[in-house]
């Protein structure tokens, strides 16, 4: 089964650093962008960060830009989202997705999402 | 990267047909060939339902259709069941090589 699982997610205080993994299953990762997407509480979805097949491209939503670090081992079929300086704002359920044709956004499958709660 | 406008709600009788719309730039939508739209559930993970404009994957009832005019895309969902009530949305390549979201419409079924 094609699948992807996220984890990591939890509570940080401002200020504060989570790294979430995106582990893929059922594919070869290496052949794909890999995006991530969040969804703060009853709001839309937000692109957040993409990163290439190799790992030589990544690109970022303004918002998150110079916080937000995208990387991948595909040794290990895992993505990673390093969130550094996190803040109120970035609390959200935080989505893996593969992207079915480089970056044109046709998200499939997706992850189950993890929870990432900013607040002292 | 500003976000795609969508309508915030829309609404249809069983059986009815109802259209969302999509409108972004030259940027964007009208510039590109991807446009996906998202079907999610309360509590739910987005499903995809329309990729590339109008290609629907395997699974996804022939109910749902998208198209293409300019910088606007709409997705149109055809014989309304009780089960498509929820967030829709779509998104596009955009720029270099990122994406946008549009802000979602609830489809509610009457």
Same mark, same amino acid.
């Given at each position: 089964?094609?699948?992807?699982?996220?984890?990591?997610?939890?509570?940080?205080?401002?200020?504060?650093?989570?790294?979430?993994?995106?582990?893929?299953?059922?594919?070869?990762?290496?052949?794909?962008?890999?995006?991530?997407?969040?969804?703060?509480?009853?709001?839309?979805?937000?692109?957040?960060?993409?990163?290439?097949?190799?790992?030589?491209?990544?690109?970022?939503?303004?918002?998150?830009?110079?916080?937000?670090?995208?990387?991948?081992?595909?040794?290990?079929?895992?993505?990673y989202l390093q969130m550094n300086s996190l803040r109120g704002e970035d609390t959200a359920v935080y989505y893996c997705a593969r992207d079915n044709f480089g970056t044109s956004g046709w998200f499939d499958p997706w992850g189950q999402g993890t929870l990432v709660t900013v607040s002292s | 990267q500003s976000a795609l406008t969508q309508p915030p709600s829309a609404s249809g009788f069983p059986g009815q047909s109802v259209t969302i719309s999509c409108t972004g730039t030259s940027n964007d939508v009208g510039g590109s060939n991807y446009v996906s739209w998202y079907q999610q559930h309360p509590g739910k993970t987005?499903?995809?339902?329309?990729?590339? /404009?109008?290609?629907?994957?395997?699974? /996804?009832?022939?109910?749902?259709?998208?198209?293409?005019?300019?910088?606007? %895309?709409?997705?149109? /969902?055809?014989?309304?069941? %009780?089960?498509?009530? %929820?967030d829709y949305y779509c998104n596009s390549h955009a720029g270099r090589d990122y994406v946008v979201f549009g802000g979602g419409t609830k489809l509610t079924v009457l």
């Open positions: 089964e094609v699948q992807l699982v996220e984890s990591g997610g939890g509570l940080v205080q401002p200020g504060g650093s989570l790294r979430l993994s995106c582990a893929a299953s059922g594919f070869t990762s290496s052949r794909y962008w890999i995006h991530w997407v969040r969804q703060a509480p009853g709001k839309g979805l937000e692109w957040v960060a993409n990163i290439n097949e190799d790992g030589s491209q990544k690109y970022y939503v303004d918002s998150v830009r110079g916080r937000f670090t995208t990387s991948r081992d595909n040794a290990k079929n895992s993505m | 987005p499903k995809l339902m329309i990729y590339e /404009v109008s290609k629907r994957p395997s699974g /996804v009832p022939d109910r749902f259709s998208g198209s293409k005019s300019g910088s606007t %895309a709409s997705l149109t /969902v055809s014989g309304l069941q %009780a089960e498509d009530e %929820a």
